[in-house]
Structures are given as C-alpha cells and as structure tokens.
C-alpha cells in the first residue's frame, strides 16, 4: 500500500497536464500511486494520462463515460485509491520538488493526523507571486495538532482541496464526497476541519499554484457563480445532521457571510445584471442561517453585515459606490499631499544648500542604505581613528534603523535632517549611487567605492547587452557618475574597466577595496563567533555558495541540486547559501531552500547583512561570475567556479574576461563534479593554489589590508598614508586636482 494517493483530474489542460505529472512523479519520495482521472477531455488530455500509464506502473488512467465537473472526477479517483493517504492536485498546478517528502517527514514528526494543510504559492501567467495569505497561520502551528473547536481561526486556511493531504480511512469513513458544481472546495473542507480530531500544518510551499489568463472556471462570469449557494446549503444542512458540531455553527455562518460578500463584487464572477439577484440570495442566507444571539465581526466587511441585515439591494450599491468614491477621493488626496510634501522639501534643501560647507561633516551609504556594510564602512571605522575630527552621519532606510550598531549617528532618506546634512556635508561615501535627487554643491567630495571588482559588462557596455540592460537607465547611471570624484580600485584591470565603463570625469584611487581589508588580515575570534551564532558544528569545513543574478531571468533559478551537494558532502561539511541581494525575495527560497534547511542539510545566509562575514566563516567558496571571486582571493583559501550555464551569461551580460579559461580555481559544470572536487580533495590541491595565487596578483593587486586608512588619508587628511601603493610626487598631484582636505579641516 502506497503511502500517497495522488488524484489529478484532467479536463482541457493539455498544455500544462505534463508538467503537472511529471513534477509528481519526479518527486524523493517515490512511494506514490497517481490516479489521472479523464473527465471526458475532448482535447488530448486522455491520450497523455494513457501515455503516463504505460511508462510508469504507479499511473493509473481512469476514463470517465461523461463529463461529470472536477468534484464528481475528484471521487471516482479517490474511489480507486489505496494509499494511506489523499492528496488532490489540479492538472494545471504543479508540486515543487521536495514537497512529498516534506509532507511525509510532518506527518512522521505529528504521528499522522486526520488532515495536513500545507502552504502554496500562486504562479501568474507573468511570473510567481508570493506566498499566500495564510502562511504566518500554518507557521504558527509549528508541530503542535489542533482540532477546529479549540482553534476556530483556522477555517480561515485557503478553501481548496490541494493543500491538504487527507488521511484516507478519515476521509471515507466521514462519507466526505466533492459536489457537483463550483464552489465543491468549500463544503468538503469545513467538513474535513471541523469533524477532524487531529489537524497539522505544514509551514511550506508545496504547490504550484497556476493563475491562467484565460480558461479557468472561477474567471469566467455567469450564473454558474450562484452554484455557491447550494454548496453551502448542503454544508448547513450536514452541519444540522450532526448534532457535535454546532458550537462551530457561528464561525461557519461568518465564513459563509465573508465568502459571498468577497464573491459578489468580482467581475470574473458576477455579472453586473445578476448582483441584485446574488445579493437576495446572500439575504435569504443571513436569514436562514444565522445563529441565535450572533454578533457580526468587526473587519472589513462590518458595514456590509450591518446593510444585509436591514437593507435592500439599491442600499448595498449605493454604498458600495460610495465606498469606491470615497477610495478615489483619499487616493487623490494622499497624491496632493505628497507633492505638497515633496515640494516643501525641495525649498528647505534648497534653503540649506545656501549655507556653508561643514568641513568636518562625512555621509555614508552602502547597498541603497541598507545599513553599516562593506566599503563604506570599512572608511568609517578607519576614519574614526585616523580623522576623529570628522563627524559621520549614515542614511539608512526606516526597515535597517533596528539592526543598527550602537553608536551610530543616522539620518533616514527624505526627511529634514537627511536635506540638512547631505547639503551641509562635504564628504560623501557610496558602494552605490546616490540618487539623482541629491544636488551635488561645488566643495563637495564623492568617493564611489563600487561593489566589487566586475567580471560582468557594466555600465555603457551593457548598452549593446538587451537582457542585461532591462529596467537599467544606462543614461542616468552616467549623469549619477559624473559626481564621483574618486573611484576605489583594486588592481588595474579594475581601473581600466571602471575607466571604460563610466566614461566620466573621476579619478580612480589605486587604495584597493576597504571591505575586503579583514579578508587579507584575517580576524580569527571573529570568525569563531560567527560559527558558533550560526550554529556551525566545531570541526566542519564551511563551504560558501554565492552565485551571482542572472539578467536574462525573471527569478531565481538553482544552478545546483543542494540536496545531491549536501548528500554528497556528506555530515562533516556545512553548507551557507548566499543568494544575490536581488535575489532575495525569489520563491525559491520559500521552497527547497527553505525545506532543505529546516531539515538541517543547509543553511541560508542571503539575509545576512555583511557579505564579508560569510567569507571569512568559510573554508572555501563556490561561485560562478559573482564579484565575491576576486573578494574571496584575499583570503587565499580555495575557490570554484561552477560554470554550468557560462555560455549564456556571456551572451546575456558579456564579460571581460573568460572565468573559465583563467579561473582562481578549480572549475565544475555539474553537480556530480562540484561534489567529486570535495570528494577526492582536489579543491585544495597544489594546482587549485597556484590558480589562486595567479588570480590574485592580477586582480587583487592593491589589496593588502590598508585599503580603508589609505582612503582616508588621502581624501580626509590631504596626505599619503605610509603604506600607500601610490608614489608620493603622484599623491600631491592628486590632491592638487581633486582640492582635497587639508590636515587642519580649511579649504
């Protein structure tokens, strides 16, 4: 007997039904049986599930004599399943990988409750969408179980029949069968829940949830929409049968209320001509249905509630107009003020930028103010020592102020005292651009330090680069550089490319990178206390993969199989995972990245404010075209290049050198050989050093552990710090162009 029932109904979805059923088929947990139920397609959906069944013994194609709607081809596969437990997929959805065995492993750890309820995440016809509404719900359950009666709040769970995974002896012997018609979720499911004894969740994405443009039957508007009625007539009248279960009448009768107020307003759903109609009838429900000494909830819909119980149709439209009027007016107010808002601020900037330069006033940024990280913090630190005269003020964003260290003077964007300072400072300190909206006053010093060295086409060099270029306004990235005055490089290659890629008027200082100072030092208790606050065990080897974005993708797609990598690491090594900043919020993450280390095989650090940190923690790195390569060559650990998709990203992005033909390591193309490298030990042989030690004198050049005091030095202080690499006579030359500070803070 299998574990799981996998029952699909198949109705006019060819062009999905094969992805459907391989992502169930190609599931870890092999312990399945699918039972593909044909509802009488009059595409080719039978011939695919025929097709299916004769490749894979564990398909079972079931041909239905007539169409009989997606409830009633629901229950002819239950009625041939054997498994231990239900589960119910739409042909047009799809199960992300991981995901039964995931819902194995919880059924496992919650000693196999009646109903499992697991996450999903709504796949538009554009692109995926986030996570559902009631995920901080199944998240709150953690592996407790529950029934309805004690915890009511979860009859707020989404209202369908594939997030859960139905015990299959609970579900016969409740006699739980799916109606004709639409809406059959609703009943079967308050059913379920509320005759269940022991409910779990799942806090996890397991489905795919498709959002088609055109073809669904809950988007197409018609009278089909009242069959909502008869559902619910026949949930009340199973909820009457059954004495047990009227202390859950009242919350029912709210669900019920809600479902229809959420219904009745959708144009996919109701037609203008009928909601007069379908407002009587959700009347008629009020008043058949409602329980004794019933207080209506206090949420969105209270007005609502108040008109059915009194008013007629006329009234409800009415207010609903009323309603829209009154968004429309508030919107348009909010934008009135906001302009108001902006303009005010303009005249105060302004006002400010008409007094003089604080010479001894410093403004930092980094990452779009994501907080105190890389380059400009490293000249901050080295400027509280060697310039204590100089006072620092950081712009963070309201989100980043919490995770603030101790200390720091902050200003957030857009606010009185952020126009104060940045038109009063007259340094100014950036990995990123400032935006356009700062005035630049004559008197005031840039120091754009950039975010690494890049292996990728950067600025007018992406203009030739279509999938690399979209959303980026080459044009304005070059008026934003025309206010550097210093670029920070790392070598002369860096020089070269910065100087090619922002044809600009800056002076490229040759300090090398300030972030990457402690990386060529070291800091060994540093790196101990990061381990143990990660939860690295004593004695693993750490291995960093930091993969950069790829333009010519929408999202975040894995280049790895981490559960092979994992498996074949085996328990001694600890795998971080650092996702590209923009790629932080990709669904991935919500889905294996997310399983797999909540199961301990992993752990994920895209969240973890300093890239550097994560460096210096590891053992090794694994990247593919990411700055991080030339960063991490200061560590002079080993490092390789997984390279499987180089041709594209060249193609996509252009590069300016090939990475795989002088790479700082040992180069894999798959997940067998990234996994054989460990194995056999060769990521840290002899040829993997010398790689690394030639990579390092040509890209990491000026890079050895001065690079913030050196900046200093010459920005702040008007003199060559003693371990500069640039000649004295050059020095001179440079703060006579650039109109540096002198020691003494004058002009």
Same mark, same amino acid.
């Given at each position: 007997?299998?574990?799981?029932?996998?029952?699909?109904?198949?109705?006019?979805?060819?062009?999905?039904?094969?992805?459907?059923?391989?992502?169930?088929?190609?599931?870890?947990?092999?312990?399945?049986?699918v039972?593909?139920?044909?509802?009488?397609?009059?595409?080719?959906?039978?011939?695919?599930?025929?097709?299916?069944?004769?490749?894979?013994?564990?398909?079972t194609?079931?041909?239905?004599?007539?169409?009989?709607?997606?409830?009633?081809?629901?229950?002819?596969?239950?009625?041939?399943?054997?498994?231990?437990?239900?589960?119910?997929?739409?042909?047009?959805?799809?199960?992300?990988?991981?995901?039964?065995?995931?819902?194995?492993?919880?059924?496992?750890?919650?000693?196999?409750?009646?109903?499992?309820?697991?996450?999903?995440?709504?796949?538009?016809?554009?692109?995926?969408?986030?996570?559902?509404?009631?995920?901080?719900?199944?998240?709150?359950?953690?592996?407790?179980?529950?029934?309805?009666?004690?915890?009511?709040?979860y009859?707020?769970?989404?209202?369908?029949?594939?997030?859960?995974?139905?015990?299959?002896?609970?579900?016969?012997?409740?006699?739980?069968?799916?109606?004709?018609?639409?809406?059959?979720?609703?009943?079967?499911?308050?059913q379920?829940?509320?005759?269940?004894?022991?409910?779990?969740?799942?806090?996890?994405?397991?489905?795919?949830?498709?959002?088609?443009?055109?073809?669904?039957?809950?988007?197409?508007?018609?009278?089909?929409?009242?069959?909502?009625?008869?559902?619910?007539?026949?949930?009340?009248?199973?909820?009457?049968?059954?004495?047990?279960?009227?202390?859950?009448?009242?919350?029912?009768?709210?669900?019920?209320?809600?479902?229809?107020?959420?219904?009745?307003?959708?144009?996919?759903?109701?037609?203008?001509?009928?909601?007069?109609?379908?407002?009587?009838?959700?009347?008629?429900?009020?008043?058949?249905?409602?329980?004794?000494?019933?207080?209506?909830?206090?949420?969105?819909?209270?007005?609502?509630?108040?008109?059915?119980?009194?008013?007629?149709?006329?009234?409800?439209?009415?207010?609903?107009?009323?309603?829209?009027?009154?968004?429309?007016?508030?919107?348009?107010?909010?934008?009135?003020?906001?302009?108001?808002?902006?303009?005010?601020?303009?005249?105060?900037?302004?006002?400010?930028?008409?007094?003089?330069?604080?010479?001894?006033?410093?403004?930092y940024?980094?990452?779009?103010?994501?907080?105190?990280?890389?380059?400009?913090?490293?000249?901050?630190?080295?400027?509280?020592?060697?310039?204590?005269?100089?006072?620092?003020?950081?712009?963070?964003?309201?989100?980043?102020?919490?995770?603030?260290?101790?200390?720091?003077?902050?200003?957030?964007?857009?606010?009185?005292?952020?126009?104060?300072?940045?038109?009063?400072?007259?340094?100014?300190v950036?990995?990123?651009?400032w935006?356009?909206?700062?005035?630049?006053?004559?008197?005031?010093?840039?120091?754009h330090?950039?975010e690494?060295?890049?292996?990728?086409?950067?600025?007018?060099?992406?203009?030739?680069?279509?999938?690399?270029?979209?959303?980026?306004?080459?044009?304005?990235?070059?008026?934003?550089?025309?206010?550097?005055?210093?670029?920070?490089?790392?070598?002369?290659?860096?020089?070269?490319?910065?100087?090619?890629?922002?044809p600009?008027?800056?002076?490229?200082?040759?300090?090398?990178?300030?972030?990457?100072?402690?990386?060529?030092?070291?800091d060994?208790?540093?790196?101990?206390?990061?381990?143990?606050?990660?939860?690295?065990?004593?004695?693993?080897?750490?291995?960093?993969?930091?993969?950069?974005r790829?333009?010519?993708?929408?999202?975040?797609?894995?280049?790895?199989?981490?559960?092979?990598?994992?498996?074949g690491?085996?328990?001694?090594?600890?795998? @971080?995972?650092? !996702?590209?900043?923009?790629? &932080?919020?990709?669904?991935? /993450?919500?889905?294996? $990245? =997310?399983?797999?280390? +909540? #199961?301990?095989?992993?752990?994920?650090?895209?969240?973890?404010?300093?890239?550097?940190?994560?460096?210096?923690?590891?053992?090794?790195?694994?990247?593919?075209?990411?700055?991080?390569?030339?960063?991490?060559?200061n560590?002079?650990?080993?490092?390789?290049?997984?390279?499987?998709?180089?041709?594209?990203?060249?193609?996509?992005?252009?590069?300016?050198?090939?990475?795989?033909?002088?790479?700082p390591?040992h180069?894999?193309?798959?997940?067998?050989? @990234?996994?054989? !490298?460990?194995?056999?030990? &060769?990521?840290?042989?002899? /040829?993997?050093?010398? $790689? =690394?030690?030639?990579? +390092? #004198?040509?890209?990491?050049a000026?890079?050895?552990?001065?690079?913030?005091?050196?900046v200093?030095?010459?920005?702040?202080?008007?003199?060559?710090?003693?371990?500069?690499?640039?000649?004295?006579?050059?020095?001179?030359?440079l703060?006579?162009?650039?109109?540096?500070?002198?020691?003494?803070?004058?002009?």
């Amino acid at each position: 007997m299998p574990r799981f029932s996998v029952i699909v109904p198949v109705y006019k979805v060819q062009g999905y039904l094969r992805e459907c059923l391989d992502s169930i088929l190609t599931q870890s947990c092999t312990d399945i049986e699918v039972i593909a139920v044909d509802d009488c397609s009059p595409d080719n959906c039978g011939s695919i599930i025929d097709e299916y069944a004769a490749l894979d013994a564990r398909v079972t194609a079931v041909h239905l004599p007539e169409n009989v709607g997606l409830g009633r081809a629901r229950n002819a596969g239950a009625a041939h399943a054997t498994g231990d437990y239900l589960l119910f997929l739409d042909s047009d959805d799809s199960y992300t990988p991981g995901a039964l065995r995931a819902i194995d492993e919880r059924l496992t750890v919650t000693d196999d409750p009646d109903i499992l309820v697991f996450d999903h995440v709504r796949t538009h016809w554009w692109g995926r969408g986030g996570r559902s509404m009631t995920a901080d719900l199944l998240a709150s359950a953690g592996t407790d179980t529950f029934d309805i009666v004690s915890s009511p709040q979860y009859l707020h769970l989404f209202l369908v029949a594939w997030n859960k995974a139905y015990r299959r002896d609970f579900f016969t012997d409740h006699g739980l069968t799916y109606r004709q018609g639409l809406y059959e979720d609703a009943p079967v499911t308050y059913q379920a829940l509320m005759c269940a004894r022991r409910i779990a969740c799942l806090d996890r994405v397991c489905v795919e949830y498709l959002q088609r443009r055109r073809g669904a039957i809950t988007r197409t508007p018609g009278r089909r929409h009242f069959d909502i009625f008869a559902q619910y007539a026949g949930l009340f009248a199973f909820v009457d049968s059954h004495p047990e279960l009227h202390e859950s009448r009242p919350h029912l009768f709210e669900r019920m209320i809600n479902h229809f107020l959420a219904t009745i307003p959708l144009s996919e759903r109701v037609l203008p001509e009928d909601r007069s109609a379908f407002y009587r009838e959700t009347v008629a429900f009020y008043r058949r249905y409602k329980p004794d000494g019933f207080t209506p909830p206090d949420d969105a819909y209270r007005t609502q509630w108040r008109l059915i119980a009194h008013s007629p149709y006329p009234v409800f439209q009415a207010y609903a107009l009323a309603d829209r009027l009154a968004r429309a007016s508030l919107r348009k107010k909010r934008t009135l003020c906001a302009a108001t808002t902006r303009q005010v601020k303009r005249t105060y900037a302004g006002t400010q930028r008409r007094l003089r330069l604080d010479p001894n006033l410093a403004v930092y940024s980094a990452s779009w103010h994501r907080g105190v990280l890389g380059d400009p913090a490293a000249i901050h630190e080295a400027a509280r020592l060697l310039a204590p005269h100089i006072d620092a003020v950081w712009v963070v964003r309201p989100d980043a102020v919490a995770h603030l260290p101790s200390g720091i003077d902050y200003v957030t964007p857009d606010t009185p005292r952020y126009h104060r300072v940045t038109s009063r400072a007259t340094y100014f300190v950036n990995n990123v651009d400032w935006t356009l909206g700062l005035v630049k006053r004559p008197g005031q010093i840039h120091v754009h330090t950039h975010e690494g060295t890049p292996l990728g086409h950067m600025g007018v060099d992406l203009l030739s680069r279509p999938a690399a270029k979209y959303h980026v306004n080459v044009r304005a990235q070059l008026r934003r550089a025309d206010r550097w005055d210093f670029s920070l490089v790392s070598s002369a290659y860096a020089q070269q490319i910065w100087d090619r890629a922002y044809p600009c008027h800056f002076t490229s200082l040759p300090t090398g990178a300030p972030r990457n100072d402690v990386l060529v030092t070291g800091d060994r208790m540093r790196a101990v206390a990061l381990r143990k606050r990660l939860g690295v065990p004593d004695g693993n080897t750490v291995v960093l993969y930091a993969p950069t974005r790829r333009d010519h993708r929408k999202s975040y797609v894995p280049r790895l199989d981490f559960e092979q990598l994992v498996r074949g690491l085996g328990p001694t090594v600890t795998l @971080l995972v650092r !996702l590209h900043p923009k790629d &932080a919020g990709a669904p991935f /993450r919500a889905l294996q $990245l =997310r399983d797999l280390q +909540r #199961r301990g095989l992993l752990l994920d650090v895209t969240d973890e404010p300093s890239a550097a940190d994560m460096m210096l923690v590891s053992d090794a790195l694994v990247s593919d075209y990411s700055s991080l390569l030339f960063d991490y060559a200061n560590t002079d650990r080993p490092i390789i290049v997984h390279g499987d998709d180089w041709e594209a990203y060249r193609a996509a992005r252009g590069a300016y050198f090939d990475v795989l033909a002088d790479p700082p390591g040992h180069v894999s193309t798959s997940t067998a050989e @990234l996994t054989d !490298l460990f194995a056999s030990g &060769a990521w840290r042989d002899a /040829r993997s050093a010398a $790689l =690394r030690a030639g990579f +390092r #004198r040509r890209f990491c050049a000026y890079d050895d552990g001065h690079a913030a005091a050196r900046v200093v030095s010459l920005v702040m202080l008007g003199r060559n710090h003693p371990w500069s690499v640039i000649p004295q006579q050059e020095a001179r030359q440079l703060r006579q162009t650039t109109h540096c500070a002198l020691p003494d803070g004058t002009r």
